[in-house]
């Protein structure tokens, strides 16, 4: 079975300081990783995901995503943070082996960017 | 990027009626629809998978004759909440993938916030 774990429910940064929220997945198969965010009342955005490749990911908003597989981790990542980058994150991950047709999400974590 | 619309954003209705949500995918064709709902402060749980054409895939323990899903055409779904009550209070997403492959990005709309009185 899949699954996806986002170990903190609460990162707080200042601005300007790098950001990491981090995350871990179990899948049987070879994983297929997203990052989300959602702002309040609002749907979920994409923001990057991985399939092969490359192990840093780069995608919306200046936000990158390390997938180190040794470790079944999906880091995601900011240089620098912004005030405007406060919100819920969300990792996700499907499991290509099985058809990658379910999207499994993890709990989220509620980024605060404090200036 | 690929974007996907949900009507109406806030729906107010008394217990015992019916309530029904659209979700559009406005610039691509979405054979798969997924319906999401999330609890406050929880993540997203998949209630159902949408096919065009096709009977809705449920989750285990969605009740699909609470939940009807209709996905008449490559571009929308429905969701009805049918005899609603306030433990059905919630925000419910729709999401659409943008193909047929694993490969698709799964977009999703901006969230339908149903308050049962």
């Known amino acids: 079975a899949q699954s996806v774990a986002q170990p903190e429910d609460q990162v707080n940064v200042a601005e300007g300081n790098p950001l990491t929220v981090k995350c871990t997945y179990s899948?049987?198969?070879?994983?297929?990783l997203f990052w989300y965010v959602q702002y309040p009342n609002r749907g979920l955005q994409f923001l990057l995901k991985y399939i092969t490749g490359d192990n840093l990911v780069k995608g919306s908003y200046g936000f990158e995503a390390e997938f180190n597989k040794s470790q079944t981790s999906f880091h995601l990542k900011k240089p620098s943070a912004l005030v405007s980058d406060s919100a819920l994150y969300f990792c996700?991950?499907?499991?290509?082996?099985?058809?990658?047709?379910?999207?499994?999400f993890g709990a989220g974590t509620r980024l605060f960017v404090k200036a | 990027g690929a974007v996907v619309s949900q009507h109406p954003s806030r729906v107010i209705c008394k217990s015992g009626t019916s309530v029904k949500i659209e979700c559009r995918s406005l610039d691509f064709q979405a054979t798969t629809m997924f319906w999401y709902r999330q609890f406050p402060k929880k993540s997203l749980m998949l209630m159902a998978t949408s096919n065009e054409g096709s009977k809705a895939t449920y989750e285990q323990g969605v009740e699909k004759d609470k939940f009807l899903i209709n996905h008449a055409s490559l571009t929308l779904s429905t969701l009805t909440v049918t005899s609603a009550h306030p433990e059905d209070s919630s925000f419910y997403i729709c999401?659409?993938?943008?193909?047929?492959?694993?490969?698709?990005?799964?977009?999703f709309g901006p969230g339908t916030r149903l308050t049962v009185l």
């Open positions: 996700a991950v499907r499991d290509v082996n099985t058809g990658g047709f379910k999207t499994i």
């Open positions: 899948v049987s198969g070879n994983p297929y």
């Open positions: 999401s659409a993938r943008d193909g047929d492959s694993w490969r698709n990005t799964q977009y």
